[in-house]
């Protein structure tokens, strides 16, 4: 694809996101997402104005220092502050499980790789794996459902909780607005925070960006359908009707340079938000490729155990870190391949 009129109008971002092995780009993203804690600005600026408040106001929150002292100081007065709990429940029901495993657990990798100067590694140690512990472990206490039980908590029974203004900060991406919108938090009350969970350097990061939905063309087709699809590819990032269907009807934010100003920007008060972080110079974190289902269906598996109390952390480790690579090496086995390692501080 990199040869394409398609693929040299990505934006940088986009073209870093690229399946790409040995300088050959096989995909096109065209959506960018972004997942950090979503936060209720009414309800941490009512915190705020108590006089046992730990922040004077949200854009206190930069590190994970403070966020664990202002959930743990909501979750002390929630009765005050007429909320349920300071953090959502971190369901580990099927439905929710992806938020812990595929989302949240590729924050520890992203600093790890960041380490190891590579953007790929079939081994890894779970260097800040205690610092994803310290975030879930937060969440377990502060929200509004025994640990015991949460495994029973679905994603509609976690969405509703933060929808419905019963908590503060819900760990989710931008799609979840679809839910939160027309509920009992206003747009304007939606805020988006980094995952701090007390990593060096984390204080620079924005929220993780991922761009999973991409285009690829089927090289066996015939060369007029190749052509006649890159076209297509192509009007669609560059005429003004079809790019207000991808970003407003769809509402996708497509990692197109041809995508400048807010009409072709989805209206989406979370992806404003998320995208502001750059324009602030923040470093997006970059969601890098989990090897597969089974990887994150052990992780949660081990993550379950550890919430009712029936297993230990260094069970969850194991299938994070053993599993890793584990499930590697199975997938070079029989698919023959797997993910190119670059330098990290090439990634784009």
């Known amino acids: 694809m990199q040869d394409t009129e398609a693929y040299k109008l990505l934006t940088d971002d986009g073209k870093a996101y690229s399946y790409t092995i040995d300088g050959d780009s096989f995909t096109l993203p065209y959506a960018a997402e972004w997942y ?3 936060y209720n600005k009414k309800i941490i600026n009512d915190y705020a104005s108590k006089d046992y408040a730990v922040i004077k106001s949200a854009d206190d929150i930069k590190d994970y220092k403070t966020l664990k002292a202002v959930a743990e100081s909501i979750n002390e007065h929630k009765d005050d502050l007429g909320v349920d709990g300071a953090f959502a429940t ?35 140690k779970g260097t800040y794996l205690d ?3 310290d975030l879930f472990d937060l969440e377990l206490e502060t929200s509004p459902t025994d640990p015991s039980l949460v495994s029973s908590k ?12 019963q908590v503060a900060f819900y760990p ?8 939160i919108k027309g509920n009992e938090v206003a747009d304007d009350d939606l805020g ?5 969970m007390g990593i060096k350097g984390e204080e620079e990061s924005g929220p993780a960006g991922v761009y999973d939905a991409s285009w690829a063309v089927n090289k066996n087709a015939s060369d007029k359908d190749k052509q006649a699809t890159l076209d297509f590819i192509k009007w669609m990032v560059t005429d003004d009707e079809a790019k207000k269907i991808l970003s407003q009807d769809m509402g996708f934010s497509v990692p197109f340079t041809t995508f400048d100003g807010d009409e072709f920007q989805p209206d989406n008060p979370l992806t404003k938000i998320a995208r502001s972080y750059a324009a602030d110079g923040k470093t997006e974190v970059r969601s890098f490729t989990v090897p597969d289902q089974q990887w994150q269906d ?10 009712q109390g029936t297993g230990d952390w260094s069970k969850v480790k194991s299938a994070y870190v053993d599993g890793w690579a584990t499930e590697w090496n199975n997938n070079e086995e029989s698919l023959g391949s797997v993910p190119q390692a670059q330098k990290f501080d ?3």
């Open 131 to 133: 610092n994803y512990k």
């Open 154 to 165: 679905t994603y509609d029974d976690v969405t509703s909780e933060f929808a419905l203004g």
């Open 346 to 348: 090439q990634q784009g």
């Open 298 to 307: 052990d992780v949660a598996a081990a993550l379950i155990e550890y919430a």
């Open 36 to 38: 950090g804690i979503i």
């Open 90 to 124: 971190p369901g580990l029901d099927a439905s929710d499980t992806y938020r812990f495993s595929a989302h949240m657990g590729r924050i520890p990798l992203y600093y790890e790789y960041k380490d190891m100067n590579t953007t790929f590694s079939k081994a890894i």
């Open 172 to 179: 989710n991406g931008v799609w979840a607005y679809t839910q």
């Open 192 to 196: 988006m925070l980094p995952y701090y």
